[in-house]
């Protein structure tokens, strides 16, 4: 069932939320190579830090001492990837912006699930996870989230949905590839233009974050990893680990 609410304007994913890399030129097919494999392993990284040394907390003031505030309040802890922004914060509030533009204008659900798909396809353990727990926790929609982690390659999902996920996975993965046809099958099953559009949005703000942390080292919260049971966890794990 579609949630159509905006929620709270918080942090990155812009609400309250308690309560080997994708080559250049990567085929199409590829997209089921990338959000089937999840990295093996183990998920927890002992290392934990970022590549760069980020502004502590108790050294940020200003614009970043604001961000790191707002991050903490959103999330109950401050997340790793804040870190990422610390020597910008100012890039950190366009991305809210952006982010939260493309999500509220949208259907919230069909974001997530292009969104998870997105992630997926640029191998983002982060935002496959935390999307995840949006999916399940802000749209209420926890069948969906089991039905990819049994089936990464969204193959467990209705026809649109299965649509949306896999052109989402596209366009993240090499949207120089897509073409009418992709399209055709959108509006085939009920897409408008307005919506195809909303799914690309998506996708590609995606890209932009996801390279952020991952061009940066941030891994994965333990704090958000734990709102999964193992197993499931593990199916989530397509990048980078769980810091430690």
Known sequence: MPWSGSGEVRGEYGERVDGSSTAFGVIIGDFHRLTAAPVKGGHRCHS??????????????????????????????????????????EV????????????DGMDRRRFEIATIAAARALRSTYCTVAHAKFLRDVCGDAATVRAIAVDPRGGNLDAQDRAVYEFAG????????????????????????????????AAAARAFFTRVLDGLGAQLDPQTAEAFPPAMLESMIVGRPVAG
């Open 48 to 89: 934990g830090g970022m590549f760069i040394e980020p502004v502590p907390e108790e050294a940020a003031t200003g614009p970043l001492a604001d961000y790191y505030e707002q991050q903490r309040s959103a999330w109950g802890f401050l997340p790793n990837y804040a870190g990422a922004f610390s020597s910008r914060p």
């Open 92 to 103: 950190a509030e366009a991305w809210n912006v952006l982010n939260s533009t493309v999500r």
């Open 170 to 201: 596209m366009v993240a993965a090499d949207a120089a590839s897509v073409t009418q046809s992709d399209i055709d099958r959108l509006r085939a099953v009920g897409l408008k233009d307005r919506d195809i559009a909303d799914v690309v949005f």
